[in-house]
T-cell receptor, first 114, second 116 residues
Framework: AQSVAQPEDQVNVAEGNPLTVKCTYSVSGNPYLFWYVQYPNRGLQFLLKYITGDNLVKGSYGFEAEFNKSQTSFHLKKPSALVSDSALYFC????????????FGAGTTVTVRA | DTGVSQDPRHKITKRGQNVTFRCDPISEHNRLYWYRQTLGQGPEFLTYFQNEAQLEKSRLLSDRFSAERPKGSFSTLEIQRTEQGDSAMYLCASNFPGTSVPNEQFFGPGTRLTVL
């Protein structure tokens, strides 16, 4: 079965500093990977996805993610964090052979201090 | 607003009561999904529809849960004889499934259920 792990419950950074949110995956076959962000009392918003091709994927709000097959990782990055980036971030993998289902990690709470 | 909408946003009920939630997907999307999210966890898949057909149900979906999408547009999720363990955020999402490239799912704001 496909799964993702987010090893950090919380990430704290100062505004203007680089932000990294870690995700590792376990799949059989080629992975389809996603990042979503959740603000309080709101649904999940799609940030970016990796399907195939370039290992560096660019997404919304200045976020990007680096796919690393040898390390089975898909870390989310932002070069310069903003206070408004404070939110809950989820990594997800789409099940191979079950194209309807996303399996999510437990989430990482990002706090960006001014 | 042309996004996914859910109603109600919050529901407080007593144990043993029945509750029903509604989801209106993005109008042109033929797939609709239900997920459940408990505190400190990521969303967990419950079930999905393609048009009006319910094609898959998770083992999380006990016999007390039923979902419908009668005309292939909005969907309802009913929980009968609610239990305290049903307290969670219920999320709805929709998309086109995509052919060679999987499409992202678009999520609604969720319905937060509290069972007393």
């Amino acid at each position: 079965a496909q799964s993702v792990a987010q090893p950090e419950d919380q990430v704290n950074v100062a505004e203007g500093n680089p932000l990294t949110v870690k995700c590792t995956y376990s799949v059989s076959g080629n992975p389809y990977l996603f990042w979503y962000v959740q603000y309080p009392n709101r649904g999940l918003q799609f940030l970016l996805k990796y399907i195939t091709g370039d290992n560096l994927v660019k997404g919304s709000y200045g976020f990007e993610a680096e796919f690393n097959k040898s390390q089975t990782s898909f870390h989310l990055k932002k070069p310069s964090a903003l206070v408004s980036d404070s939110a809950l971030y989820f990594c997800a993998v789409r099940d191979i052979g079950h194209d309807y289902k996303l399996s999510f990690g437990a989430g990482t709470t990002v706090t960006v201090r001014a | 607003d042309t996004g996914v909408s859910q109603d109600p946003r919050h529901k407080i009920t007593k144990r043993g009561q029945n509750v029903t939630f509604r989801c209106d997907p993005i109008s042109e999307h033929n797939r609709l999904y239900w997920y459940r999210q408990t505190l400190g966890q990521g969303p967990e898949f419950l079930t999905y529809f393609q048009n009006e057909a319910q094609l898959e149900k998770s083992r999380l979906l006990s016999d007390r849960f039923s979902a419908e999408r009668p005309k292939g547009s909005f969907s309802t999720l009913e929980i009968q004889r609610t239990e305290q363990g049903d307290s969670a955020m219920y999320l709805c999402a929709s998309n086109f499934p995509g052919t060679s490239v999987p499409n992202e799912q678009f999520f609604g704001p969720g319905t937060r259920l509290t069972v007393l």
